[in-house]
């Protein structure tokens, strides 16, 4: 390099390992001090080591769910978190990708762990990850492993770092675990998208007409991305991009809004409302996100290649466990009418909370519904 002494060149050139970065390389031992001062991270002296700058650099213990990961450099991988304790957070994991790495068996996507972070200026480090849950089942079918992308995916686009919330946290947690085994793994998304929303402030609107306010009936509505809610049978006239929305949909829409999860698990689906439901949902997701989500895509793809997996969105269920499905209904919940029972092959006719009125509202301040009879 024309104009610099050889020192001053080779001192221009990255360091090739951390303890270049320190100043210290056998090989520039006969370099004088001066030269080698400017590439010398300060010194930390005792007085130093109380100053804000040391301290900042802490560790944090975390829980946290792998939504993200992508390669970076030649063995580490970038991983976006999801923190109990802080929500959302971006870590490096150094070397992940060696088999030798401590780390690699912790770090796989959905992976549910403690995590020890050393927070850092833009990302923090994992130094250290314990599992708690692997969720092996979504490992094993395409559809539940698509849902579960669809449902971290969901949750990075709607966070912003800093921002926590242990209710999002505990609600992915459980979304997750209910897509390894459920029946119907679809419901469990429906369920999670709901809440979601809700907790995010944008919950939709099933029990008054969004545009005239008036209690809604469940027949002839429509629903309506923009307003955020349904439409009733007249208001939905008058809007022409509203989705018209089935009797059963409807119902079904209502009740996983204001129930338990493991209360909404028992529902069984027509795939004609299953497919109508998702449509409603994503329409819904698309409007407030505005953009497309790689696991719609994603999803939509997969069924195009192999058409089998557009109706599988629920794996085949057997007749013996319909029917043990339908008993464990009819007993769990002494309000059923026996016409409910009986027609649990069609799955839209899930109660409403009071059978004896379907078009009565279901508390919203009861979002578990465990109170109703
Ligand atoms: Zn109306």
Excluded at 182 to 211: H, I, K, T, W
Aim: net charge neutral; charged share 25%.
């Amino acid at each position: 390099m024309p104009g610099l002494s050889t020192a001053q060149d080779r001192r221009l050139q990255w360091p090739a390992s951390p303890l270049h970065a320190w100043g210290w390389d056998p090989g520039y031992n006969h370099v004088s001090h001066q030269v080698l001062r400017p590439i010398a991270i300060t010194p930390v002296v005792p007085s130093r080591l109380d100053s804000p700058v040391v301290s900042r650099v802490r560790l944090q213990r975390n829980e946290a769910i792998v939504l993200k990961r992508r390669d970076f450099g030649e063995a580490d991988r970038i991983l976006t978190l999801y923190t109990r304790e802080r929500g959302k957070v971006s870590a490096i994991a150094k070397g992940v990708r060696r088999i030798t790495s401590r780390l690699g068996g912790h770090v796989e996507l959905f992976t549910h762990g403690q995590m020890l972070l050393a927070q850092g200026r833009n990302l923090d480090v994992l130094t250290q990850a314990d599992t708690i849950q692997t969720f092996r089942g979504l490992r094993e079918d395409l559809i539940r492993t698509t849902y579960a992308y669809h449902a971290a995916e969901l949750v990075d686009r709607f966070s912003e770092e800093g921002m926590a919330a242990e209710a999002i946290f505990d609600l992915l947690r459980d979304c997750l675990d209910g897509l390894c085994d459920a029946e119907d793994p679809a419901l469990v998304l429906r369920f999670f998208e709901l809440r979601l929303l809700g907790l995010l402030g944008y919950r939709p609107q099933f029990f008054q007409c969004v545009a005239c306010g008036e209690t809604l009936e469940p027949a002839g509505n429509a629903f309506d991305a923009e307003a955020g809610g349904v439409l009733c049978p007249g208001c939905a006239q008058r809007a022409p991009t509203a989705i018209p929305l089935s009797e059963s949909a409807f119902r079904v829409l209502r009740f996983l809004q204001t129930r338990s999860l493991a209360t909404a698990r028992q529902v069984a689906l027509q795939q004609a409302t299953r497919a109508e439901l998702e449509r409603i949902m994503h329409a819904y997701v698309r409007h407030i996100l505005e953009r497309d989500l790689r696991s719609v895509e994603f999803l939509e793809r997969l069924r195009r290649m192999t058409p089998a997996a557009a109706h599988a969105s629920t794996p085949t269920r057997t007749a013996a466990q319909t029917s043990t499905r339908t008993s464990t209904r009819t007993s769990a919940s002494s309000s059923q009418t026996s016409s409910a029972a009986t027609s649990a092959s069609s799955l839209d006719s899930i109660s409403d909370p009071t059978p004896t009125d379907p078009t009565e509202p279901i508390d919203p301040t009861d979002p578990t519904g465990e109170t109703n009879p």
